[in-house]
């Protein structure tokens, strides 16, 4: 009877790991190497790959593939980003940093370079002006304070594509 009942167990147990400093990613253990992405599906289009789950920035492997789907997403719709509408407001006429939430700056600062996915032309209104994106060649999925972390927009744009495009 135990070993009936375990058999059933099986299915429920969990094959990931939530990232500790970022709730957004999950770690997928497999041989040789450790899989970031934002689904408990280890088969989603992976952010990276480490060695360990103890991750860095020496170590941490980006996959490419991952930072050009960010980038088409971010210029498809940063236009319809909540957080960044309202930065846009206080940014007319000028380009303004789309950046990563790691480490958010202050009010009215420029983000760490490395932590800048790129910019967008915002208008003299200040709107977002659509398919303005110019991505950041220093922009950096993994640096000192952790993995990316994403708006609540871009995370959700972000996950269903990484989900629907599997590696």
Known sequence: MFALRAARCRYFIRNY??????????????????????????????????????????????????????????????????TFIIEAGANASTFMPIYDFREVPRYARTPEVDSIFGYVL??????????????????RICNGA?????SDYLHEQMKNVTETETQ
């Open 17 to 82: 790991h939530r990232y500790p400093k970022n709730s957004q990613i999950y770690l997928h253990e497999t041989p040789g190497r450790i899989i970031a992405n934002l689904s408990p599906n280890p088969a989603a289009t992976p952010i990276g790959y480490s060695p360990s789950f103890d991750i860095d920035p020496k170590t941490f492997s980006v996959n490419k593939r991952f930072l050009d789907l960010l980038n088409e997403k971010i210029n498809e719709g940063i236009q319809d980003d909540f």
């Open 122 to 139: 915002v208008d003299d209104k200040g709107k977002i002006v659509p398919r303005t994106f110019d991505p950041n060649s220093m922009y």
């Open 146 to 150: 952790g993995l990316i972390k994403l």
